[in-house]
């Protein structure tokens, strides 16, 4: 449904999405659009999200496995050596009370073993027999200790990270089923960008179309150098054309620029055009406020999104942390992104009504953050130091030694800075 109404004489806007409200109900549409799960090799799994719990194919550990190098042991010592069990062999059983075999960590437990006596706890008697007092606790790893065959040890939309992919490996698997990563594209719009060189004479170096595809990635996109395209020209016929041919390939296109309506913000128009239906358009946070996510179906039935980013640098990131985000945790099938908390080493200033997204460094050994400087939403120096953004909700203030949420920002796969 569209959350534009017209009138005979005009188009009014939508008041502001609560920022809030606005993370919640894109997750809600990207998990309804969940992207289909395919087979992946474990080597190259890192950075996808389960589409399957992940289960032993075995007991864990299939067999009982020694913790320690030494002997095992049956009956009353002292023993009689009869053998040598190493890791990554089958063990014979002990049949005879008072007999021994060397045994080496991570080796199969003979059947009818009693004990295992650790190496450095032992003597050889002088007639050669092995001889001490085992501990009264197991040395050994028992069958199904870790984990029984069939038991969920991870459920669906679980982050695909170096962990992960060991455990999955202990357990047997060779590949995992995952969720296909999302394609994305990136339109640049905007006359007055420059591609390269420095500024100057009315035009401006485009910071985001170098930027954003990093971002994007960290966000587990896939997101090639053609993938990102522009400046496009300042035209509703230009816009429609490259969204349209972006569509054809991307699962989500993000474009800069245009999502107000001045006499070259084409985006509107061109939403139009194409029929999409807006799912947010515009948030009240600030920075970055006109923020739009907008939603079409292409001719396979399947949801495609198209996220209008502002111009402006810093407002372009928060509307990435904002929406791109939580689309993209639903398009996988992972929960809504938890808000880790921190506390407040200085006052954050509210906005007003609208939710303030503050740009802070975290300090690890206090467990403090600090707002930065130069934040500007055209600025880009504060956001080059900054671990993510404080949150301060509407009509509050922040004081030293609050604790507020944190808005993280997106990190490789497998990095927990938080």
């Known amino acids: 449904m569209r959350t534009e109404t017209a009138s005979p004489d005009k188009v009014t806007a939508p008041p502001p999405a609560d920022w809030a409200q606005a993370r919640t109900r894109v997750h809600a549409v990207g998990l309804t659009a969940a992207l289909p799960a395919v087979e992946c090799p474990l080597a190259e799994a890192d950075g996808y999200t389960l589409a399957e719990a992940l289960t032993p194919r075995t007991d864990l550990p299939a067999f009982p496995t020694s913790s320690v ?33 060397e045994i080496a960590t991570g080796a199969m437990v003979p059947a009818g073993t009693s004990a295992v006596l650790r190496v450095e706890e032992s003597t050889r008697t002088a007639d050669g027999l092995v001889d001490g007092v085992p501990r009264a606790t197991p040395e050994w790893r028992r069958p199904g200790e870790e984990a029984t065959a069939g038991e969920e040890l991870l459920p669906v939309g679980t982050p695909v990270d170096p962990a992960v992919i060991g455990l999955a490996a202990s357990c047997g698997h060779d590949n995992l089923r995952v969720r296909r990563q999302p394609r994305a594209a990136l339109l640049v719009f905007g006359d007055e960008l420059l591609t390269e060189g420095p500024p100057g004479a009315g035009r401006v170096r485009d910071a985001l179309g170098p930027a954003v595809p990093g971002w994007l990635r960290r966000y587990g996109c896939q997101v090639g150098t053609a993938d990102v395209v522009g400046p496009v020209a300042d035209t509703l016929t230009a816009h429609v054309a490259a969204l349209r ?17 001045g006499p070259v913000d084409h985006l509107h128009p061109a939403l139009a055009e194409l029929g999409a239906d807006y799912v947010v358009n515009t948030v009240a946070v600030r ?60 006052p954050v200033a509210g906005r007003g009504a609208h939710t303030h997204l503050a740009l802070v460094r975290l300090d690890r050994v206090a467990g403090t953050a600090r707002p930065v400087r130069h934040v500007g939403s055209a600025m880009l120096r504060g956001l080059s130091t900054a671990d993510g953004f404080a949150v301060i909700r509407p009509g509050t203030t922040g004081a030293a030694g609050d604790r507020v949420p944190v808005v993280p920002l997106p990190l490789l796969p497998g990095e927990r800075a938080w």
């Open 69 to 101: 190098d030494g002997w095992a042991v049956r009956g009353a010592g002292p023993w009689r050596l009869t053998g040598r069990v190493l890791a990554g062999g089958p063990a014979a059983p002990l049949t005879e009370d008072g007999t021994t075999v």
């Open 245 to 261: 041919a972006a569509l054809e390939r991307a699962d989500l296109v993000c474009t800069t620029g245009g999502t107000m309506n």
């Open 287 to 346: 920075p970055g406020f006109p923020m739009l996510l907008a939603q079409l179906v292409g001719a396979d039935g399947r949801a495609r999104f198209v996220a209008g980013l502002p111009g402006n640098p810093q407002s372009a990131i928060v509307a990435l942390v904002s929406l791109v985000a939580p689309l993209l945790a639903g398009l996988t099938g992972r929960p809504m992104p938890a808000l880790p908390h921190v506390t407040l080493a200085e």
